[in-house]
């Protein structure tokens, strides 16, 4: 059983650079500029042999009114309120400040085991501010450096005694590793593809900023657990949470607002941005969440195509339809697919609201009806029977040789999203509207409509140019 471990402290301290080092990747945005981390971030790690799941939160900043500092520090609260035990980091350089004092004391009243860690610590020169901690009430601090991963050792031995794993789940764990040894290299391959498909799927919203995205996130969790506000930008990194929809288990990723690179000059937005885009082209399945008011625009065409161009499978969600000019939106989104997404014909659009809540289950149908679609792995009989009845309606045109060009079979070399590969003796200058025809009818065909496909042509080996070579010598 993981040990659920909340990283606090004031603004600027460390905590996002504590939270890379345990998960052992670079998943929170890590940044000069202080508060950079808005929502609580969760993830698994692992610290020699204690499982842990850490949250990363927002800096502590003292708010009264509903101001986005307030509504950080809730996500904070909550943050500690679920975590059996708290890492309060402060800024050793910088020595004890009056937040500090102040954070430690509400933390103390949460009545939850901290472990106290002076960062920062990379010299001799913080000793005095080490010593200074103790008036915080946390208890002994633990010289450390999140950057250098100094007294990493340390912090083990303190959250040895808090783990809360047993002798049997260690035994378990020791079994499975001694019986996935003993696997013959095809039973492991077999085991592989049962986990991915028992794995959750990797569902991303994607758009431009105050879209709803982060609205969105929260009406599918039935929670407040994203920050939302009239504020323009304020998720800034992407940040991804377990669900479960009707028994399938699905990560939900939520995403900073894509604006067009020319607008984009301050350096914590482009990371915000590469943030997304790496969210969203490691994901299965993208919903790009468009404004009723100003359906695929620029912008948002940008994102599809470069979501389609990645393999992910994408689902168009219209937000705000409760408000919008329901006749005109639409119009203009079927006009927009048909001229410029013509290279995944037949994506799923749904209208939603996300504010009220509107259409939440037609959106998750769609998802994974598309997330199928992308697995969809097509028999080799009907596929070639397919590709033949292709051939007899419309034969290849002539090549470059001014010879008919040969196409011989098609296989599907892979799923996710579906590949095939044609295989022809002279495949030399087959046009692409020729490949365009076979796509389209595949799609039609076998229900593949709203995904990326993949289709290469190869060359066919001659059985005979080995024997001609021997008779030649």
């Given at each position: 059983?993981?040990?659920?471990?909340?990283?606090?402290?004031?603004?600027?301290?460390?905590?996002?650079?504590?939270?890379?080092?345990?998960?052992?990747?670079?998943?929170?945005?890590?940044?000069?500029?202080?508060?950079?981390?808005?929502?609580?971030?969760?993830?698994?790690?692992?610290?020699?042999?204690?499982?842990?799941?850490?949250?990363?939160?927002?800096?502590?900043?003292?708010?009264?009114?509903?101001?986005?500092?307030?509504?950080?520090?809730?996500?904070?609260?909550?943050?500690?309120?679920?975590?059996?035990?708290?890492?309060?980091?402060?800024?050793?350089?910088?020595?004890?400040?009056?937040?500090?004092?102040?954070?430690?004391?509400?933390?103390?009243?949460?009545?939850?085991?901290?472990?106290?860690?002076?960062?920062?610590?990379?010299?001799?020169?913080?000793?005095?501010?080490?010593?200074?901690?103790?008036?915080?009430?946390?208890?002994?601090?633990?010289?450390?450096?999140?950057?250098?991963?100094?007294?990493l050792q340390d912090l083990y031995d303190a959250l040895k005694h808090f783990d809360r794993k047993t002798e049997e789940e260690i035994s378990a764990d020791r079994d499975d590793e001694a019986e996935s040894e003993a696997l013959s290299q095809e039973e492991k391959d077999r085991l592989e593809d049962e986990?991915?498909?028992?794995?959750?799927?990797?569902?991303?919203?994607?758009?431009?900023?105050?879209?709803?995205?982060?609205?969105?996130?929260?009406?599918?969790?039935?929670?407040?657990?994203?920050?939302?506000?009239?504020?323009?930008?304020?998720?800034?990194?992407?940040?991804?949470?377990?669900?479960?929809?009707?028994?399938?288990?699905?990560?939900?990723?939520?995403?900073?607002?894509?604006?067009?690179?020319?607008?984009?000059?301050?350096?914590?937005?482009?990371?915000?941005?590469?943030?997304?885009?790496?969210?969203?082209?490691?994901?299965?399945?993208?919903?790009?969440?468009?404004?009723?008011?100003?359906?695929?625009?620029?912008?948002?065409?940008?994102?599809?195509?470069?979501?389609?161009?990645?393999?992910?499978?994408?689902?168009?969600?219209?937000?705000?339809?409760?408000?919008?000019?329901?006749?005109?939106?639409?119009?203009?989104?079927?006009?927009?697919?048909?001229?410029?997404?013509?290279?995944?014909?037949?994506?799923?659009?749904?209208?939603?609201?996300?504010?009220?809540?509107?259409?939440?289950?037609?959106?998750?149908?769609?998802?994974?009806?598309?997330?199928?679609?992308?697995?969809?792995?097509?028999?080799?009989?009907?596929?070639?029977?397919?590709?033949?009845?292709?051939?007899?309606?419309?034969?290849?045109?002539?090549?470059?040789?001014?010879?008919?060009?040969?196409?011989?079979?098609?296989?599907?070399?892979?799923?996710?999203?579906?590949?095939?590969?044609?295989?022809?003796?002279?495949?030399?200058?087959?046009?692409?509207?020729?490949?365009?025809?076979?796509?389209?009818?595949?799609?039609?065909?076998?229900?593949?409509?709203?995904?990326?496909?993949?289709?290469?042509?190869?060359?066919?080996?001659?059985?005979?140019?080995?024997?001609?070579?021997?008779?030649?010598?």
């Open positions: 059983m993981s040990l659920k471990t909340a990283i606090v402290g004031r603004p600027n301290v460390g905590k996002s650079t504590l939270f890379n080092r345990l998960a052992g990747r670079k998943i929170a945005i890590v940044h000069d500029k202080p508060g950079v981390t808005r929502d609580r971030r969760e993830a698994a790690a692992k610290l020699q042999d204690i499982d842990l799941q850490i949250i990363d939160t927002a800096g502590f900043e003292y708010a009264k009114d509903d101001s986005l500092e307030k509504r950080m520090w809730q996500q904070t609260e909550r943050a500690i309120k679920e975590s059996d035990i708290c890492l309060f980091l402060f800024d050793a350089r910088a020595g004890v400040q009056p937040y500090d004092e102040l954070f430690a004391g509400l933390v103390r009243q949460s009545g939850k085991p901290v472990i106290l860690l002076a960062n920062k610590c990379e010299g001799k020169l913080q000793e005095d501010s080490i010593h200074e901690a103790y008036k915080l009430g946390l208890g002994a601090p633990i010289p450390f450096s999140a950057e250098h991963g100094i007294g986990k991915y498909k028992s794995r959750p799927i990797q569902l991303a919203i994607v758009g431009r900023p105050n879209v709803g995205k982060s609205t969105l996130m929260n009406a599918l969790l039935k929670d407040e657990r994203m920050l939302t506000g009239p504020e323009a930008g304020v998720t800034r990194d992407a940040i991804a949470v377990d669900w479960e929809w009707k028994g399938r288990k699905i990560k939900l990723v939520d995403t900073a607002g894509l604006r067009r690179r020319a607008k984009i000059e301050d350096s914590l937005e482009k990371m915000s941005a590469a943030s997304t885009k790496r969210a969203a082209f490691t994901a299965q399945v993208v919903v790009l969440v468009l404004d009723a008011d100003a359906v695929l625009d620029k912008q948002d065409l940008t994102i599809a195509r470069q979501v389609i161009d990645e393999g992910r499978a994408l689902v168009i969600a219209v937000n705000k339809w409760d408000i919008a000019n329901r006749k005109e939106a639409l119009q203009k989104l079927n006009d927009k697919l048909q001229t410029s997404l013509a290279q995944a014909e037949g994506v799923p659009t749904v209208t939603i609201s996300a504010l009220k809540n509107e259409n939440l289950d037609k959106l998750m149908s769609a998802v994974l009806k598309v997330y199928d679609r992308w697995n969809t792995r097509i028999p080799t009989a009907p596929l070639n029977k397919w590709f033949a009845d292709m051939i007899d309606n419309y034969p290849p045109p002539l090549g470059k040789n001014k010879r008919r060009i040969k196409l011989r079979y098609i296989t599907q070399a892979k799923t996710r999203p579906p590949a095939f590969y044609i295989f022809s003796s002279n495949p030399e200058g087959l046009p692409d509207a020729y490949l365009r025809y076979l796509m389209n009818n595949l799609r039609e065909t076998f229900n593949l409509g709203g995904i990326p496909l993949r289709i290469t042509v190869r060359k066919t080996e001659n059985p005979y140019a080995e024997k001609d070579k021997r008779h030649s010598k």
